[in-house]
C-alpha cells in the first residue's frame, strides 16, 4: 500500500470513529435515563391534571333508568319495558357476610386491601380498546361500581381513564363497606333484576337477607355473563362455565380463610328457579320481546345497553297478521281442547313463524298458549324434529346437484321412484328401508306423486342418490341449523333439530326462487346516542331459480290433491307445502307458502311435568292422529286467509321447472294390493314438450285408487331390512342410533 493509500484509509477510519462517538454521544446511558424520567413526568403530570379536572359525578342513566318501548311495525305500542327499575337497595348489614365475601372472592380477592384500581388490569384493557379485542376483565369491584353507577358501558379510553380517576377518589372518600354495597345493589344479573335484593328473587325466590353461601356464590358468578350463565337458557357450555366459575369462588373463599373446607366439600350446585316472566310480558307480548332481544343480542345491544333503558324497538311484526294468528290458533285449535280434564289435550303446545319473502320480516309469531304461563317459545324451540317438512329440501339437494337414480335418470318431477314400504335403500353404506305410512307399498311413482304421499321409501333412496353430506350442506344454505344433524340416510325423514322460525326461512328461500330469506324482527333500534340497522333480511342465490321452482311445483301439487289438501283454497289464493309428522306423533308441521307470505305451523306434545319431554300427539282432541294434514294445515289455512285480507290474485312465477327423466319398466311391478300399481304422472300440465318424458305420459287421473293418506304411520320404522332389537329411544333428539350401529329415527 502507498503513502497515498494509507493516508485515505487513516481519514476514512477517522471519519467512521467519529461517527460512531456521535452516535454514543447522543444514546448514552445518562441521556436515555433523562428522557425516560422527562416522559414519566410528563404522564404523571396529564394524570395530575385529569386527576383535578374530574370530579365524582351524579349517577348516570342506568341509576336513573329510562324505560324501553318495543312498537308494532305501523308504530303502535307493543309494549314498555323497564317503568321503574326492577331494583330494591338494601344494607349490605342485611346482606349475609359469607354471601358478601363470595363477590369479592369471585371479582377482587384484594378489594379490601387495594386502593381501588388495578393499574394493570385498567392498562390490559386500554390496549385491548386500541388492538379492537373489546372488553377486558381485570377491573376491581371499585373500578366496576364506578361504572356501573357514575359512567357507561361504552369501551373507550376516555372512559376507562376516567374510571380510574373516580374510582381512585370514591375509594379515598367512601369506605370498603359502602363501595361494596353500591357494586352488589347496582350490578346487573340478567332475567331484568339489578341489584342483589332483585335477583335473589328472580333466581332463588328469596330476598337477599336469606340467601345462602352457595346461593350466593351462583350470583356473584353469574355477573361475569347474565346472559350466557343464566342456568335455565345456558347452552351446556354456558352451564360448564358458570358451575366452574362458581366452583372457583367458593375455593377462593377457602384460600381467604372464609369458608371452611369440609363446609366447601359438601357444598352443592344451587340450581336457580325457573325464570318468572315479567308483568306486561302476558300473552305473545312476551314471545315477540323475548324473539327481538335476541336479535338485539346478536347485534350488539346487550343486556346491559337494554337495561340502561332510553330504546325504541320497531318490529317487523303486523298488528292485524298477528291478531289473525292469535285467532286461528283459537279457533282451529284451542276452541277443540279440554286442557283441563284430557291428559293428551294438556300437552300439546302450538307455535308458528310467519315470514314476508320478499324482505325475510317475520310479521307475525305465535309462541305459546301465554308467555307467563308457557315461558318456552314454541315458534323459536328447536329441541323437536321437522320430520317430513325437510323432503322439499331432499328434493331441492337433488335438482340442485343434478343428481340421479340409480337407473342413471336426471331427478326431477316426474322421474320414478320404487315405493315400495321398507324398501331397503341402495348405495349406501348404512342400511335403511323406512316404513311407508301404514305400510302402504306404492310400486312405480313418481316424485310428484311421492311428494303428495309423502312417500319414506323414495325420498330415503333420493338421499343415497344425492349423497346425505350434499343433502346437507343444501339444507343449511337454505338455513337450517347444524344441530343433530348426522349425514345419514334418515335425514330423510327430518331427524335433525329445527325451530318453525328455521323452517320458515328455509321454505321463504323457496318461495323467494332460490335467493336466501333470513327471518329478523326487528325494524329499526333507535337511541338517542345511536341506530342500529336492521339484520338483512335478503341474501343472494343459494340454489338456483330452476331448482326453487321445480320444488314449488311439486309442493303445489301436495296442497292441490295430497296430504296438504286442507290447506287448499283455489279461489283464494294459490298455495305450495308439506306436512310432516315426526314418530310416534310428538310434532305435527305444516310448512308452506302463497306467493306473499310464507308460514310454518307445528304442533308439539310436551309433558306438563316438571322437566317437560316430549309426548305423543296422538288423541289431540279425541281426533286421532295429530298430523300435520289436520290442525296445523287448518291454522294454516284460517291464518293465511285473514293475513291476506280474504284473498289473494298473487300467482307463482315459476320458470324452466325440471320436469326429469324417464326410464319406465318394461312390464309393471309386481303387486298384491290396489294400492301398491304403478302411479299415474299428475304433473302434466304445465312445461314445454321439450322437458317431459320420451316416452308417452300416462292419461290424467287422480293420485291414488286409495283415499288421502294422514301423516304418522303407528309402527316404528327400522332403517334396516329386520327390524332393530334395541337400543336408544328414537324420540330423543339427537338420538338416533341403536346399539347395533343402525340408525333408528321417526316415522315421518
Known sequence: MGRADARRAQRRGSRRAAKSGGIRRLFTWKKMLGTFFGFCLLIMGA????????????????????????????????TRTGDG??????????VPKEVQHTFVAAENKTFYQDKGVDLKGTARGILSTLTGKGKQGGSTITQQYVKNYYLTQDPTISRKLKELVISLKVDQKKDKSFILAGYINTAYYGRGASGIQAAAQAYYGVDAKDLNVSQGAYLAA?????????????????????????????????????????????????????????????????????????????????GDMRQAGGWTFTLNIDKKRQKELEKAVDRQLESKLDRKDSKVDATVQAGATSVDPKTGAVVA???????????????????????STFKPLVLASALENESKTQGGDLIGVNTRYDGTSKRPVVGSDTPFAPQNEDNVSYGDVTVQNA?????????????????????????????????????????????????????????????????????????????????????????????????????????????????????????????????????????AWFAAYTPDLTTVVALFGESPKEGGGQVTLTGTANSGRANGGGFPAEIWADYTLGALNGGSGARFDLQDVERGEVTLPSSPPASTSPSETPDPDPSQSSGSPDQRPSTPPSPPVSESPDPPVSESPDPPVSESPDPPDGGADPGRPGNNVNTNGNENPPSR
Request: net charge positive; hydrophobic share 35%.
Open 47 to 78: 394524570f395530575v391534571a385529569l386527576y383535578m379536572y374530574v370530579d365524582i359525578p351524579k349517577a348516570n342513566a342506568l341509576a336513573e333508568r329510562q324505560s324501553n318501548v318495543y312498537q308494532y311495525s305501523d308504530g303502535t305500542v307493543l
Open 85 to 94: 327499575v326492577n331494583r330494591q337497595i338494601v344494607d349490605l348489614a342485611e
Open 222 to 302: 353469574l355477573l361475569q355473563a347474565p346472559s350466557q350463565y343464566d342456568w335455565a337458557i345456558a347452552s351446556p357450555t354456558g352451564k360448564k362455565l358458570v358451575k366452574d366459575r362458581w366452583g372457583y369462588t367458593l375455593d377462593n373463599m377457602v384460600e381467604m380463610h372464609w369458608l371452611d373446607k369440609s363446609e366447601r366439600d359438601t357444598l352443592k350446585f344451587p340450581v336457580p328457579d325457573k325464570p318468572k316472566p315479567a308483568r306486561g310480558m302476558e300473552g305473545q307480548t312476551g314471545y315477540l320481546v323475548e324473539a327481538a332481544n335476541k336479535e338485539l343480542d346478536k347485534q350488539g345491544i346487550t
Open 365 to 387: 309469531l305465535y309462541g305459546g298458549v301465554d308467555y307467563v304461563k308457557h315461558y318456552i317459545s314454541n315458534a323459536t324451540r328447536q329441541d323437536y324434529q321437522p320430520a
Open 451 to 587: 311428494m303428495n304421499k309423502s312417500i319414506n321409501s323414495v325420498f330415503a333412496q333420493m338421499v343415497v342418490d344425492v349423497g346425505p353430506p350434499a343433502v346437507k350442506k343444501t339444507a343449511l344454505a337454505l338455513g337450517l341449523p347444524d344441530k343433530n344433524f348426522p349425514e345419514r340416510p334418515a335425514i330423510t325423514l327430518g331427524t335433525m333439530n329445527a325451530s318453525t322460525w328455521d323452517m320458515a326461512g328455509a321454505y321463504a328461500t323457496l318461495d323467494n326462487h332460490g335467493k336466501k330469506v333470513t327471518p329478523f324482527i326487528v325494524k329499526s333500534a333507535k337511541h338517542r346516542d345511536r341506530t342500529v340497522e336492521p339484520v338483512k333480511g335478503v341474501g343472494g342465490q343459494v340454489i338456483s331459480r330452476k331448482s326453487a321452482d321445480t320444488v314449488t311445483s311439486v309442493l303445489k301439487g301436495v296442497v292441490e290433491s295430497g296430504s296438504g289438501s286442507k290447506a287448499a283454497n283455489a279461489s283464494a289464493y294459490q298455495a305450495a307445502g308439506k306436512t310432516g309428522t315426526s314418530e310416534n306423533n310428538k310434532s
